[in-house]
């Protein structure tokens, strides 16, 4: 059972499987598809095209982000599916130090 594992699972799985997320983070609720996984400048982050949830200012609720794990407060690999990578353009975010689990 997915709801099981540890949260560096349920990350591993939901990106492996293409299988969207609910995040909760800094006490917003947020529906993401996983995209990157892995370290970036020290700390440990995932790479999410968020789909629903708040914006931040100056910025829509729909689109790119990064979440530090260790202040994910909640994490649940929902059932529905996505289509998988958004092309080479998403790869250009960010540079890591180490990818742990990319989705293709």
Same mark, same amino acid.
């Given at each position: 059972?997915?709801?099981?594992?540890?949260?560096?699972?349920?990350?591993? /799985? $939901?990106?492996?499987?293409?299988?969207?997320?609910?995040?909760? =983070?800094?006490? $917003? *609720?947020?529906?993401?598809?996983? !995209?990157?996984?892995?370290? @970036?400048?020290?700390?440990?982050?995932?790479?999410? /095209? @968020?789909?629903? #949830?708040? $914006?931040?200012? #100056? !910025?829509?609720?729909? #689109?790119?982000?990064? /979440?530090? *794990?260790?202040?994910?407060?909640?994490? *649940?690999?929902?059932?529905?599916? /996505?289509?998988?990578?958004?092309? @080479?353009? =998403?790869?250009? !975010?960010?540079?890591?130090?180490?990818? =742990? $689990?990319?989705?293709?």
């Amino acid at each position: 059972m997915v709801d099981d594992l540890s949260t560096d699972a349920r990350i591993r /799985f $939901a990106i492996d499987n293409r299988r969207l997320i609910e995040v909760r =983070y800094k006490r $917003a *609720t947020r529906i993401a598809e996983p !995209h990157d996984y892995g370290v @970036q400048n020290g700390e440990e982050r995932l790479l999410v /095209f @968020q789909r629903r #949830g708040p $914006a931040r200012p #100056g !910025h829509p609720p729909i #689109g790119w982000g990064r /979440f530090e *794990t260790s202040k994910i407060e909640a994490l *649940t690999v929902l059932d529905n599916t /996505f289509k998988g990578s958004r092309g @080479q353009s =998403y790869r250009d !975010h960010c540079q890591w130090d180490v990818i =742990y $689990a990319r989705v293709k």
